[in-house]
């Protein structure tokens, strides 16, 4: 490897860690509530990162309903 690709492939690792580091998978749980609050549960999720804090969401809370809007792809 060039110095050039060795500079690359660091890089590139200290971004995927990053990415990683702020996932809403990892980031989103710890602020959301323990007990299901009374009443209606309903999702709203807008933005580049809906669909995967959407996701997340789902895995700690059931929803009534919920409405996300993401761009494609």
Do not use: Y
């Not at 995927?16 to 009443?39: K, S, T």
């Amino acid at each position: 490897m060039t110095d050039r690709e060795d500079i690359r492939a660091f890089l590139l690792g200290l971004w995927r860690v990053g990415l990683d580091a702020v996932h809403p998978a990892r980031c989103l749980p710890p602020h959301l509530p323990r007990d299901r609050p009374a009443g209606r549960q309903v999702l709203f999720a807008l933005g580049k990162a809906a669909g995967a804090m959407a996701a997340a969401a789902t895995q700690e809370i059931e929803f009534d309903a919920g409405l996300i809007i993401a761009p494609h792809g």
